[in-house]
């Protein structure tokens, strides 16, 4: 069974910064099954990012998302107000799923 | 346009169960896998199982084995997830979502389910 791990829990930033979020796997995951999901408060998760870096349908071009074997990394290169929320990192090549346990987003 | 539609919000007594429907509309349903995830108040995802409605393949978390069915129905277009013995843990934001391709990242999600569990 695959956990993950993302860093950091909290991180605090201003509009216009860049955000890097990590999520660390402990085992290798195919990175053609590694997402990236966003989840603003009473809403569902949206998905950003699947495949490891394929943004999907209508995600803005400032989230990108990287990373192979063990480690992935989403970036967001110019935060936006409406980008602060939790952020999640998935595998779903292997059952079970697995979930990374979030790291909020919070203005600074 | 897929959308999926959740049933309506629940309360049950520790012990008993609850059953969530998901109903699909848009896109081919048999040719994605649709999984439960919940949500407990404040905390994070957790994926509970999924179903593959074209191969009636099922898969449970190992957390949720023995409690959860997951199931199925084509002619409805319509998932379901039942949890049985429940106890004030199981309360929670139950959301279904479907895969939104064949790889199987969940693309398409449901507005979510409250379950409270109270005696």
């Known amino acids: 069974e695959i956990v993950l791990t993302q860093s950091p829990g909290i991180l605090s930033l201003s509009p216009g910064d860049r955000a890097t979020l990590s999520c660390r796997a402990s085992?290798?995951?195919?990175?053609?099954?590694f997402a990236w999901y966003q989840q603003k408060p009473g809403q569902a998760p949206r998905l950003l990012i699947y495949?490891?870096?394929s943004r999907a349908t209508g995600i803005p071009d400032r989230f990108s998302g990287s990373g192979s074997g063990t480690d992935f990394t989403l970036t967001i290169s110019r935060l936006e107000p409406e980008d602060f929320a939790v952020y999640y990192c998935?595998?779903?090549?292997?059952?079970?799923?697995?979930f990374g346990q979030g790291t909020k987003l919070e203005i600074k | 346009q897929v959308q999926l539609v959740q049933s309506g919000p629940e309360v049950k007594k520790p012990g008993s169960s609850v059953k969530v429907s998901c109903k699909a509309s848009?896109?081919?349903?048999?040719?994605?896998?649709i999984s439960w995830v919940r949500q407990a108040p404040g905390q994070g995802l957790e994926w509970m199982g999924g179903?593959?409605?074209?191969?009636?393949?099922?898969s449970y978390a190992r957390k949720s084995q023995g409690r959860v069915t997951i199931t199925a129905d084509e002619s409805t277009m319509t998932a379901y997830m039942e949890l049985s013995s429940l106890r004030s843990e199981d309360t929670a934001t139950y959301y279904c979502?479907?895969?939104?391709?064949?790889?199987?990242?969940?693309?398409?999600w449901g507005q979510g389910t409250l379950v409270t569990v109270s005696s």
């Open positions: 979502a479907r895969a939104h391709d064949t790889s199987g990242a969940l693309g398409y």
């Open positions: 848009g896109g081919t349903f048999r040719n994605f896998a």
């Open positions: 179903v593959f409605p074209g191969v009636g393949a099922v």
């Open positions: 085992q290798s995951v195919s990175s053609s099954y």
């Open positions: 495949a490891a870096s």
């Open positions: 998935q595998q779903y090549g292997s059952s079970p799923l697995a």
